[in-house]
């Protein structure tokens, strides 16, 4: 839920939900955490009740630290990028969100940066690959 929740936050936070957005996050849902379909659509449903009352993302972000390690911390920085960059801009609202959950995870620059270019890399390979 903690991850869903800040993944929706990341789609929600330049007051526009793409659509490309909204799937990046159901396929991040459905392959990270070994969801179904509709077990993903009541999982983002909910995260985006709980998103649009939350106020401070150190509920979620403690969540993580304590469940995941470094690698998984990273790797859910790889998976914010690719919401925020999953519609092909960066706003400034966006940039601000990774930037305060990279902190809150205690993830540095540079692994912050490391992520973003996995995730670019990753919505290239998607974009080259022929839809199924």
């Not at 936050?9 to 955490?33: K, P, S």
């Not at 969540?63 to 706003?91: C, I, N, P, S, Y």
């Not at 995870?105 to 022929?130: C, F, N, V």
């Amino acid at each position: 839920m903690a991850s869903a929740c800040i993944l929706v936050e990341a789609a929600l936070v330049d007051g526009h939900v793409d659509e490309r957005e909204m799937q990046h996050i159901h396929d991040v849902l459905e392959e990270h955490f070994g969801l179904g379909t509709g077990e993903v659509q009541i999982l983002v449903d909910e995260a985006t009740r709980v998103a649009g009352d939350a106020v401070c993302w150190h509920r979620f972000t403690r969540v993580l630290k304590a469940e995941f390690d470094a690698a998984e911390r990273l790797t859910m920085m790889q998976q914010l990028w690719q919401v925020v960059l999953a519609d092909g801009e960066l706003h400034a609202y966006e940039d601000s969100l990774v930037r305060r959950i990279a902190g809150l995870l205690h993830i540095d620059d540079g692994d912050r940066a490391l992520a973003r270019r996995r995730a670019q890399a990753r919505l290239a390979r998607l974009e080259s690959s022929p839809p199924t």
